[in-house]
């Protein structure tokens, strides 16, 4: 159970033990959530652009792969419609075009033909027409169209139905010559040339005839485009040099121009088309869907557009995307609940424990710090408890053997000292609320807490032998490092006010001084103390120096930008006992600090403005000879 002293009767009035009330502050919650989610949402984020990138590095090597498929598919088709009219070439033709050359029967060397022309695979698929030219370039037969029972005619043949490049007559070999042609009733078409050698002779000039072939070329792509692969939508769009579709797998925009069958490519088609270029773009449809298209030449005077659809090739990714963003946030806010009611407890002890600090600096020595076993700061509150168990006792003891005039100087020291001990400790759990998730700071904490204890012990010591400690003698001065003492007295007293305060320090190593180390250090300790105090309820700054002033001494300079001294407090009152200027002070702070550094044969000045500032100078024999022998002996 707490307890708490009431300053205006004296009465210890009991205060009920305190529940943690885990009440979230919604600015600390909001913190917290801003530090969780933000992690976790940019590593969301960066998946999501990673899904999307790989997606579109996918479906460009998709559209690539396509392309590069349609044109090899094209290329195959065509050689395999090649090698069926050389078939003819090789075969049935010459022996018919002899056969009206020499007026012989010509019957049966046309059933022959008629025959072999019928055996063509897939000829009702791929063959429009067909003609045959024996060497004068006439026509022997022609053959529209061609399918299951093709209408082979000899007379009756429009002129230029069907025209051979005039290329064969003069070819070395039975090579199909190709080329695209816009045929005005069946649409583009792949002309095929093959010359029919009638002798052994190819050279130019020799005895031939012709077979003429138009291919579908539709047809011909329809088959190159193949089946649509797993994934996004494709399309297959083939347009020939004039800018007409030649393929569409919407039937229905074949023949037309680019402009009217596909509008929002056509401008980058007739650009490529220019340029006969290669290359993969963006465009949107008229659905607002977003496509990767691959562009480039097919054949001679077709040109291949190949697209892909993004926005659906995306979707899955887009999802995956949405969906780690949702759990990210709701993930951040989990966490950032817990933190914040972590924190929340935490915050709700350091509070119950600063106040029973307080309460114990403010003299209240019967103040019991509760902490459960499970709280961190439970090894605080037992030193804590032990030190004012061990005051409590120690005063009551000196009450009964002290005469009251001894009572009276003692008490009065005792207190200056365990005062500065106990601020140090409020100073230090004040700043615990804001700084305690610092592992820096706790570790600091820790040992500015140990030292402290080490401290209050030494005073419980004193009070164990109270002829010495009154009576007034020094140890046998040595060798001590004021720069290392005055570390450690920062560390104990300042560090923990570096939120609020500028720490300045100056501290040289190896400023050896021949000095009482216990007691010099507390005139260091009780110099900061004041410093602090002096500056409090405003953000201020801290200079500790020290150094050689040359001569065979050394110093060490405290400065503060506290209110400073008037010139007649400092020349009146500043160094005489129980004159303090603080509303709790006892007033033998300075007094005995100037009294340890004369009995160490040093001197005490100051320097003070009011409203600027305070500097305290402290001027000690040098020990420098004796601090490196003692360093190298260690």
Known sequence: MLTNQNQQDG?????QQEELT?????????????????????????????????????????????????????????????????TLTRGALPAYIRATRNDEDTATALVNARKAITELPYSGLYYAQLACFDAGKNYLFLVDPVNDSPNLRTKDIVPRTLEPDERVWNAKSDAALCLTVAHPAIGT?????????????????????????????????????????????????????????????????RNQVIERAEPLLASRVRALLTNSATGIDWYRAQDRQQWLAAYGPLAPGLFLIVARNYSEASGPARLAGWTAIAIAILLGLGVAL??????EKKTQQLERVSRSVAAIAGGNLDQRVEARSSDDLRPLADSVNLMTDQLREQIRRETETRQFDSFVRLSAMLTHDLKNAIEALSLI????????????????????????????????????????????????????????????????????????????????PAVFALADGERLEKVMENLTINALEAMAGRSGKLTIESGHSGQGKVFFRVTDTGDGMSPDFIKERLFRPFATTKRSGVGLGLYTCREVIRANGGSIEVESQEGSGTTFLVVLASAANQGKRSTSEN
């Open 11 to 15: 009465r210890n009035i009991p205060l």
């Open 338 to 343: 817990l933190l914040a009611q972590q924190f």
């Open 22 to 86: 885990l009440s979230i502050q919604p600015k600390l919650f909001l913190t917290c959530a801003a530090v969780c989610i933000l992690p976790l949402l940019i590593i969301a984020i960066i998946g999501f652009r990673y899904g999307l990138k790989n997606t579109e590095s996918l479906l460009w090597t998709t559209v690539q792969d396509d392309s590069n498929d349609i044109v090899g598919r094209y290329s195959g088709l065509i050689e395999q419609r090649q090698h069926e009219l050389q």
């Open 429 to 508: 759990v004040g700043n615990m609320e804001r700084h305690f998730d610092n592992p820096r700071f706790r570790a600091e904490t820790m040992t500015a807490l140990t030292g402290a204890t080490e401290k209050l012990k030494g005073l419980v010591t004193r009070l164990s032998h109270p002829v010495d400690t009154l009576s007034g003698e020094f140890k046998l001065p040595r060798p001590v490092d004021v720069s290392v003492m005055l570390q450690r007295v920062i560390q104990q007293t300042a560090n923990s006010l570096k939120e609020t305060h500028e720490i300045v320090t100056k501290l040289p």
């Open 189 to 253: 078409v792949v002309r095929c040339s093959i010359p029919v050698f009638l002798t052994d002779d190819k050279s130019p000039g020799s005895l031939r005839g012709a077979l003429v072939a138009d291919i579908k070329a539709d047809r011909l792509l329809e088959s190159a485009s193949g089946p649509v692969n797993s994934g996004a939508a494709r399309s297959v769009i083939v347009v020939d040099d004039s800018g007409k579709v030649v393929y569409h797998a919407n039937e229905v925009l």
